[in-house]
């Protein structure tokens, strides 16, 4: 086996036993400072162990080593000296599920719940939406690669709702069926009013999740609501940085930028009059939360990420299809 991935499952298997021990440590802090210490390590780790690795292998791996070293964190903070997850059950939320609430796991396995086939076929049908988006954004690419990133975001759109919304969609129609109440990770982003709403409650929940748990709640009560809101976005822009700028070992800052000018635009919707009477609009609050979302998006998924990791996973995706695809095209 490749050392690389050698080391790399070696550090996952170290992660997952230090996740399961740690939430016994009873001195709070000293478990948080054990575990934050940990997820740093980790981000070192797996940066410097795949530096002469492909940019999109590099993604894979930093990624998911940070994802299992956040998991680490959110027990720490969701059972503070009481573990209530056996040895199985972390394994399963942990290694199975992309959500960050443990808790949901404390009854698997138990008896199905409903709400599966909804699940089952919402996911296929977005996994097809998807690659169909990834398709058009191939001709998109060829034919009006110079329209202000018009193929980027279908592209990155298709990826979305093949992951997101189709993958993410089954994985939650097996753990329902499996006893474990999880529910949809991405919940309507379209319908959001707010970027509060679309962060908070319709985009990527177990981020959401995650941030509230680890980094909301514990500074809310010492630092107030504003700031705690604005740490969990910069602590979002450097886990970003993490898995989108040093997997390409370019764009440093961009998507840090992202999440600070989203911290700071969803503070003026509750502080700036003016902004709160756009949110207020139904039609003026769409605008707005969608050209937060899309005109800065060049710097979250800057472009050598876009050229490194997004295309190449897409061609990726679309190799069983590719004769068909020239042949349309």
Do not use: C
Not at 259 to 282: C, P, R, T
Not at 311 to 327: G, H, Q, V, Y
Request: aromatic share 14%; net charge positive; proline share 4%.
């Amino acid at each position: 086996m490749d050392l690389i991935l050698t080391a790399i499952i070696s550090w996952a298997i170290f992660l997952l036993i230090i996740g399961y021990v740690l939430p016994y440590v009873k001195d709070i802090r000293l478990a948080r400072i054990l575990g934050w210490a940990i997820v740093i390590g980790t981000a070192v780790f797996s940066i410097l162990l795949t530096t002469n690795a492909s940019a999109m292998h590099r993604m894979i791996a930093i990624a998911s080593l940070q994802l299992l070293s956040m998991k680490v964190i959110v027990m720490v903070e969701a059972y503070r000296g009481k573990p209530g997850l056996n040895v199985l059950q972390w394994l399963a939320f942990s290694l199975g599920w992309f959500g960050m609430r443990p808790n949901l796991f404390e009854v698997f396995p138990s008896k199905s719940l409903d709400g599966v086939m909804p699940f089952v076929i919402k996911g296929i049908t977005r996994i097809i939406i998807g690659i169909l988006l990834l398709i058009a954004s191939v001709y998109l690419q060829k034919h009006y690669a110079n329209v202000y990133f018009l193929y980027e975001l279908v592209m990155l759109v298709g990826l979305s709702f093949i992951l997101h919304f189709g993958i993410l969609n089954l994985s939650t129609a097996s753990w329902r069926f499996s006893g474990v109440d999880v529910k949809e990770l991405f919940r309507s982003p379209y319908k959001a009013t707010s970027l509060k709403e679309f962060w908070g409650k319709r985009w990527n929940m177990a981020f959401s999740e995650m941030t509230a748990l680890v980094v909301y709640k514990p500074l809310k009560i010492t630092y107030g609501i504003p700031l705690a809101m604005i740490a969990s976005f910069l602590v979002s822009g450097l886990l970003h940085e993490i898995a989108i700028s040093f997997p390409v070992k370019m764009g440093y800052g961009l998507p840090f930028l992202y999440f600070v000018l989203h911290g700071l635009a969803m503070y003026a919707e509750d502080k700036v009059v003016f902004v709160k009477q756009i949110v207020s609009n139904a039609v003026a609050s769409h605008v707005w939360v969608f050209s937060w979302l899309i005109l800065p998006m060049p710097l979250l998924f800057h472009h050598v990420f876009i050229v490194e990791v997004v295309e190449p996973l897409r061609d990726f995706i679309l190799s069983p299809l590719r004769d068909s695809i020239l042949s349309f095209i």
